[in-house]
Structure formats: C-alpha cells, structure tokens
C-alpha cells in the first residue's frame, strides 16, 4: 500500500509541541516523590510480604518514614543506613519496623549509606536484566506470532481459572494474554499479596498472580512452539510498584498511559505524572511494552469528531516515554475503532485514522482497540463490526491486536466467544495478509483528506496545549471531553517534595 501523501512539516512540528509539553511537565514535576514510588523503590531493594494484619511491608515501612520526616530524603539512603547499622536486610529491617522493634532516622555515615543503596539497586537491575535476557532466548527458541499479534484477555477473578482460560487462548491463536484487573484496584494506595481467587470483574494484580500466570505461559508456550506474551495494568495509584512486580517476574507488556488515570479514574495529576515517569522507567528497563490508553477517549467523546485529541495524546505519550528510556519498540500507543457504524463512509474514516497513526509512528508497537461503544447485543451484526477491524488492522499493519468480542455489550466472553474472535481474526489476517502491497490510497481522495484534517487539528490542538500548559489543557476537557484539575483526584496527599539531598539509586541505573 502507498502511503498517504502528509506534509511531514506538520508532523515535526506537532511532535516539537508534544515534546515541550512533555518536558514542562517532567521538569516541574521531577521536585517531588511520591509514596508509591518510595514504596515500589523499597520492593526493588527486597522488601515484600504483609504484617500481621495483612498491610503490606512496603506501605508500613513508608508511612514509618514518612511520619518521622523522612521521606523528603528518599527511602532507599535511609533504609541502606539501617541495614548497614543494624546487619539486617531491607525485608528484616522492614519486618523490625513493622514489629514495632525499629525506628529509623537518618543514617549516621550518608555516603555510606548511598553506597549500599546503589549495591542493593545494581544486584536488582542484573536480576531485571537476566529475566529481559530470558524473555530474548525464549522468543528465539520458540519463535512467535506474526503480527498483528492477537491480545485476548481473561478476568475471572481467580488466577487459577484465569490460567485454565490463558491456555486454552494461546493453543487456540491467541499471542498475547491480558490479565484484566479486579474492578477498583487502581485506586487501591497498596498492591495485595499473594495468589488471589475473588476478583470483581477480573483478578488482582499481586506479584505471585504475575509468577503463576508467566509459568503457566512458559509451560504451554514449550508446548506450542510459541511465545506467549504477558500484559497487566500498570496504571492506578500503585503504578510504580506494579510496574516493578513485573519487570521482576517478567511481563512483556504493561498498560501504562500518562493520563488515563488522571482522566478515567480521577486520581492526581502530580501524583500521576510524577508514578509514570518511574514506572516507565522500571518498563523500559525490563524491555516491556507499555500499552497507551487514547482508545478509551473515544468510549466518551466522538470519534469522528475527537480523532484528533487521539493524535495529539500519542505524540503525548510518545515524548514522556522517551524522557523514561523506552524506545519506540516499546511504545504500544493506542487508538480504536470506534467509529458510530450508522455514519456514511465510517469504514473510510476508520482506515484513514489507522493508517495516519501509523504513518506518524512508523516504528511503534501500535495497539489497536476493537468496537465497543457501538456494540449493541447484536451478535451477528457485532462480528461483522469486528471483522472490519481486523480488515483495517492487517491492511494499516499494527502491531497488537485486540480481539473483538461479539457479545461485547451482553456479558464478560466465555471460552467459546474468543474462539469465535480468535477465528475472525485469522481468517482475515490470513486472507488479506499481503493485501497492503496491492492497493493505493487515491491522491487526494477521501481517505487522504481525512487524514490531513485530522493531522491539521492535532497540530492546532498541540500549539494551544503548549501555550496553556497540559495541566490546564485537562482541566478544560481537552481529553475525552473530562476535566480534572491539579489539585483535585485521589492521592495527591502522597506527593512528597523532595529535600535537597534526596537520593534514589534507580534512576542512574536504568537511565543508560
């Protein structure tokens, strides 16, 4: 397929607004800490497990610090002084604090301390670097999907149920599975422990959930002769320490967006915009693929007529992963077809959409989202919806897929549902696999126009989000037609700023 004919000025200059957007926002948030970003800095140092009242030892371990003033200071010196003074590991010292047997202060020698933070963090990044260099010699071994790369979820609620379904999805085609999370963990201030079975809407993200899931993935991957990839929701206020679960257990994909919590879930925008850019950090060093969420815009606005606020968070989200250290491999920026099927030439439109997304992003891991919005319980028309999204997908060539469901708008799919999608999305795939290399888009024609508009209005949007600030720009609704405003949204009582002699060994590590 030819490309669309785009004026790549306008391109440049919509990504130069997105990048000072992004640096404006890093730069005035990178005085402050969070809590969860101590608390996920303490897990990478070895701190895990539940007091006796099943509160987890990183959040016991930073309220201490934090009640006692320590926290502008950073966990990771203050925690490396007490291990050093007390010959105890930062789980012992932890475990002490939370037994009421320990209180900490500042460390008696600082360099000293900082000495050991940077040892106890370097043994972790070659633990995260070991299980990078796994996930390379396994897809080597085993090979994997062709792409598009289809993304089935599973959310039982119970992680053993969830593994019978995640088997059963990968022998029947599926690449990708997503563990969906237990409805409202997001705005859980902790990550529970342990293997879960009662979930709401799906199941708890736990760092032994993400151990048993990965193992059953590996098993039935050797029996397959396929890779099969992981992907959880690093998102919500324990962003950081999610994300450090699963560089720790080896996920492949994390969603991890710069706005969709403070959007869709009303938590902080400091503190959200301060979690990602450690969280992204923690992803890019373990070689995950963060997934974007600009798909969910258009579940509340137009898509027709909000394409370009899509657009404009892509280029958004592309420049704070980069100020994060993903590379564009690992960019799964997300967009939808969303488009109402009633509207005239919708199919064009939709093809229009997708193909400007990947003209602009020629080296990311797009994920594109299937119809939900306009799903209406209909089964028969809901496939056919869903088999012109697969059509759009193979003939614009993304990367990750997410199977559409014909029961969407009816009940959470069986077994039997994402059969049905898993065979859709093959049949198309397949059928018009090289059908890109075969046709052109018309000069001028109404697909290229369309997407000239909508590159037009990207532009204008991100020159007045540059002369307004992001801030501002969400607070008037910018984005999926929602306003949130900057002191407003749960968790802004963990924004900690930081004292002059903060200190956090991760950053120098990762940041390569």
């Given at each position: 397929?030819?490309?669309?004919?785009?004026?790549?000025?306008?391109?440049?200059?919509?990504r130069?607004?997105?990048g000072?957007?992004?640096?404006?926002?890093?730069?005035?948030?990178?005085?402050?800490?969070?809590?969860?970003?101590e608390?996920?800095?303490?897990?990478?140092m070895?701190?895990?497990?539940?007091?006796e009242?099943?509160?987890?030892?990183?959040n016991r371990?930073?309220?201490?610090?934090?009640?006692?003033?320590?926290l502008?200071?950073?966990?990771?010196?203050?925690?490396?002084?007490?291990?050093?003074?007390h010959g105890?590991?930062?789980?012992?010292?932890?475990?002490?604090?939370?037994?009421g047997?320990?209180?900490?202060?500042?460390?008696?020698n600082?360099?000293?301390?900082?000495?050991?933070?940077?040892?106890q963090?370097?043994?972790?990044?070659?633990?995260?670097?070991?299980?990078?260099?796994?996930r390379?010699?396994?897809?080597?071994?085993?090979?994997?999907?062709?792409?598009?790369w289809?993304?089935?979820?599973?959310?039982?609620?119970?992680?053993?149920?969830?593994?019978?379904q995640?088997?059963?999805?990968?022998?029947q085609?599926?690449?990708?599975i997503?563990?969906?999370?237990?409805?409202?963990?997001?705005?859980?201030?902790?990550?529970?422990?342990g293997?879960?079975?009662?979930?709401f809407?799906?199941?708890?993200?736990?760092?032994?959930?993400?151990?048993?899931?990965?193992a059953a993935?590996?098993?039935?991957?050797?029996?397959?002769?396929?890779?099969?990839?992981?992907?959880?929701?690093c998102?919500?206020?324990?962003?950081?320490?999610?994300a450090?679960?699963?560089?720790?257990?080896?996920?492949?994909?994390?969603?991890?967006?710069s706005?969709?919590?403070?959007?869709?879930?009303?938590?902080?925008?400091?503190?959200?915009?301060?979690?990602?850019?450690?969280?992204?950090?923690?992803?890019?060093?373990?070689?995950?693929?963060?997934?974007t969420?600009?798909?969910n815009?258009?579940?509340?606005a137009?898509?027709?007529?909000?394409?370009?606020?899509?657009?404009?968070?892509?280029?958004i989200?592309?420049?704070?992963?980069?100020?994060?250290?993903?590379?564009?491999?690992?960019?799964?920026?997300g967009?939808?077809?969303?488009?109402?099927?009633?509207?005239?030439?919708g199919?064009?439109?939709?093809?229009a959409?997708?193909?400007?997304?990947?003209?602009?992003?020629?080296?990311?891991s797009?994920?594109?989202?299937?119809?939900?919005?306009?799903m209406?319980g209909?089964?028969?028309?809901?496939?056919?919806?869903?088999a012109l999204?697969?059509v759009?997908?193979?003939?614009t060539?993304?990367?990750?897929?997410?199977?559409?469901?014909?029961?969407?708008?009816?009940?959470t799919?069986?077994?039997?549902?994402?059969?049905?999608?898993?065979?859709?999305?093959?049949?198309?795939?397949?059928?018009?696999?090289?059908?890109?290399e075969?046709?052109?888009?018309?000069?001028?024609?109404?697909?290229?126009?369309?997407?000239?508009?909508?590159?037009?209005?990207t532009?204008?949007?991100?020159?007045?989000?540059?002369?307004?600030?992001?801030?501002?720009?969400?607070?008037?609704g910018?984005?999926?037609?929602?306003?949130?405003t900057?002191?407003?949204?749960?968790?802004?009582?963990?924004v900690?700023?930081?004292?002059?002699?903060?200190?956090?060994?991760?950053?120098?590590?990762?940041?390569?």
């Amino acid at each position: 397929m030819t490309q669309l004919t785009l004026d790549q000025a306008q391109i440049d200059a919509a990504r130069r607004s997105a990048g000072k957007i992004a640096r404006d926002v890093f730069e005035d948030m990178n005085r402050f800490t969070t809590t969860t970003v101590e608390r996920a800095t303490l897990r990478l140092m070895g701190v895990d497990g539940v007091d006796e009242n099943q509160v987890p030892l990183p959040n016991r371990l930073v309220s201490h610090l934090q009640e006692r003033g320590l926290l502008p200071h950073g966990a990771a010196a203050v925690v490396a002084g007490a291990m050093a003074e007390h010959g105890l590991s930062a789980q012992q010292v932890a475990q002490e604090v939370a037994d009421g047997k320990l209180a900490l202060d500042r460390p008696r020698n600082p360099d000293a301390a900082r000495k050991s933070a940077k040892a106890q963090a370097a043994a972790m990044c070659e633990r995260i670097a070991a299980k990078r260099a796994d996930r390379d010699r396994f897809v080597d071994q085993l090979g994997e999907g062709r792409a598009p790369w289809l993304y089935l979820i599973v959310a039982t609620g119970n992680i053993h149920e969830d593994i019978v379904q995640a088997r059963a999805a990968a022998e029947q085609g599926a690449d990708i599975i997503a563990v969906i999370r237990s409805t409202g963990q997001s705005l859980l201030d902790y990550v529970p422990y342990g293997a879960t079975t009662e979930g709401f809407g799906g199941t708890y993200a736990t760092q032994e959930n993400f151990r048993l899931m990965r193992a059953a993935l590996d098993e039935v991957g050797q029996k397959i002769g396929r890779y099969i990839r992981l992907t959880n929701y690093c998102s919500g206020l324990c962003m950081p320490e999610i994300a450090a679960m699963g560089a720790m257990e080896r996920l492949d994909m994390m969603l991890n967006d710069s706005m969709y919590g403070i959007i869709f879930r009303d938590i902080n925008m400091k503190r959200t915009f301060i979690d990602q850019f450690f969280s992204r950090m923690v992803n890019a060093y373990a070689g995950i693929i963060i997934n974007t969420g600009e798909d969910n815009y258009l579940t509340t606005a137009d898509a027709y007529d909000a394409a370009h606020t899509v657009l404009a968070s892509q280029l958004i989200n592309e420049q704070f992963a980069y100020v994060s250290g993903l590379k564009p491999g690992q960019m799964g920026l997300g967009h939808a077809f969303e488009i109402n099927p009633d509207l005239e030439n919708g199919f064009l439109w939709e093809l229009a959409h997708a193909q400007l997304v990947r003209q602009v992003f020629p080296d990311a891991s797009l994920k594109y989202m299937p119809p939900t919005k306009h799903m209406t319980g209909n089964i028969f028309k809901g496939h056919i919806q869903d088999a012109l999204f697969n059509v759009v997908s193979v003939l614009t060539r993304q990367n990750i897929h997410l199977l559409g469901m014909m029961t969407e708008a009816i009940h959470t799919p069986f077994i039997h549902d994402r059969f049905l999608a898993v065979q859709n999305a093959k049949y198309v795939f397949g059928t018009m696999r090289d059908l890109h290399e075969e046709v052109e888009f018309k000069a001028g024609g109404k697909i290229e126009q369309r997407a000239r508009q909508v590159l037009a209005e990207t532009v204008a949007v991100l020159a007045d989000i540059e002369r307004i600030g992001l801030p501002a720009a969400i607070a008037r609704g910018t984005f999926a037609d929602i306003s949130r405003t900057p002191d407003g949204g749960k968790g802004l009582d963990g924004v900690i700023a930081k004292a002059d002699d903060y200190f956090n060994p991760f950053p120098a590590l990762m940041l390569q």
